[in-house]
């Protein structure tokens, strides 16, 4: 019988949440892998709950991840968006003209 990994896995949930998203996918392959091995006996049950919490943790920084993906791509869409428009471009011009007509210090 193997031990259980579920403080590793926690671990890794709950820094998903917290700090680095990216660690979300590999706590929830993990929690669902080492389920799956606590319920054939293959692995210590003992590890059960910190695995089950840990599991969960992933899920939730992997739907953060996600959402942090989908909103920088939507910033990058508003940005290049707001720098292509016609108000940004004579906005750009005028403070072209400001800067040419100060005086070099």
Known sequence: MQPHR?????VLGILSI???Q???PFA????????AAIASGQ???EGEGQTKAGKICGIIGTILLILGIIWGILVGIGIAGA????E???AMK???EIQQSQPAQ
């Open 6 to 10: 579920g403080t590793l896995v926690l």
């Open 18 to 20: 917290v700090v680095c």
């Open 22 to 24: 990216i660690l979300g």
């Open 28 to 35: 929830w392959i993990m929690g669902y892998k080492d389920l």
């Open 43 to 45: 692995m210590d049950k």
């Open 83 to 86: 720098a292509s428009s016609p």
């Open 88 to 90: 940004f471009q004579e």
């Open 94 to 96: 005028e403070m072209q």
